[in-house]
């Protein structure tokens, strides 16, 4: 099976309607919780990293997508800006070289 990573750049899926977005993104990671195929991460850049904050309505399911092994890479200069570093309740604070190489390996990158 190949390994394949996530990019998510924004707390959002799409840009039309920022609550439907929300929405959107939170259902996503639901169904992936029960797909076949699960990512060996999901980096996390830009508002991105705001999908690790305890209130994001589908953080319980990215607790057990972590749970079984998928590992969740929040970019450090996001986290920071956002002045969120000490808020995320999972994941891992990482930089923009881990980030990098973890696309390399992989044999795949989704972008959302």
Do not use: W
């Not at 840009?15 to 929405?23: A, H, I, R, T």
């Not at 991460?41 to 998928?70: I, M, N, T, W």
């Not at 999972?90 to 044999?107: C, R, Y």
């Amino acid at each position: 099976m190949p390994n394949f990573v996530y990019y998510i750049s924004s707390d959002k899926m799409g840009s039309q309607d920022p609550e439907l977005g929300k929405k959107l993104m939170g259902n996503f990671f639901r169904k992936l919780f029960e797909a076949d195929q699960k990512p060996t991460h999901v980096l996390l850049v830009e508002s991105g990293v705001k999908l690790l904050l305890p209130e994001f309505d589908a953080f319980g399911v990215l607790r057990e997508l972590e749970a079984e092994g998928v590992k969740f890479l929040a970019c450090v200069t996001c986290l920071e800006y956002y002045g969120i570093k000490e808020k995320i309740g999972l994941g891992e604070v990482s930089n923009m070289p881990t980030i990098i190489k973890t696309m390399h390996e992989a044999d795949k990158v989704i972008s959302l």
